[in-house]
C-alpha cells in the first residue's frame, strides 16, 4: 500500500502564491500518476492538476491552467503543486491522491483509490 501526507496549506491573499508538497511511501513502485484534488465546502471533490510518474505528462483543469504547476521529485517521492496568482474561489481543502491504473484517464476523480488527509488552502480577498 502507499501512505501519503501532505504539507503547505494555509492562508494567503488573493495574487498570492503557495507551494503545496506530497510525500509518497510504501508501495510506490505501484503509482503510475499522482493528482491534486479540491473539495470547497458544500461542492463536490474536483480534479486539478495530475502528473504521470514515470513519464512525467501533466494534465489541468481549466480554472487552474497557466496558475497552477504539477511536478514530481522521483528521488523523493514526492509531488508538489506550485500556485500562483490565487483567488478567494481556490480556496478548498486540497488533497493529493494516486492513480495506479495505466489504462484509464487520470483527470477522473475515480480513477484514485490512495488519498491523503487533506491541506486547507484559504485565499482571502
Known amino acids: 500500500q502507499v501512505q501519503l501526507v501532505e504539507y503547505g496549506g494555509g492562508l494567503v491573499q488573493a495574487g498570492g502564491s503557495l507551494r503545496l508538497s506530497c510525500a509518497a511511501s510504501?508501495?510506490?513502485?505501484?503509482?503510475?500518476?499522482m493528482g491534486w484534488f479540491r473539495q470547497a465546502p458544500g461542492k463536490e471533490r474536483e480534479f486539478g492538476a495530475a502528473?504521470?510518474?514515470?513519464?512525467?505528462?501533466?494534465y489541468y483543469a481549466d480554472s487552474v491552467k497557466g496558475r497552477f504547476t504539477i511536478s514530481r521529485d522521483n528521488a523523493a517521492n514526492t509531488v508538489y503543486l506550485q500556485m500562483n496568482n490565487l483567488k478567494p474561489e481556490d480556496t478548498a481543502a486540497y488533497y493529493c491522491?494516486?492513480?495506479?491504473?495505466?489504462?484509464?484517464?487520470?483527470?477522473?476523480?475515480?480513477?484514485?483509490?490512495?488519498w491523503g488527509q487533506g491541506t486547507q488552502v484559504t485565499v482571502s480577498s
Open positions: 491522491a494516486v492513480d495506479r491504473n495505466p489504462f484509464g484517464n487520470s483527470r477522473r476523480t475515480y480513477e484514485y483509490d490512495i
Open positions: 510504501g508501495r510506490t513502485s505501484t503509482i503510475y500518476a
Open positions: 502528473i504521470t510518474w514515470s513519464g512525467g505528462t501533466t
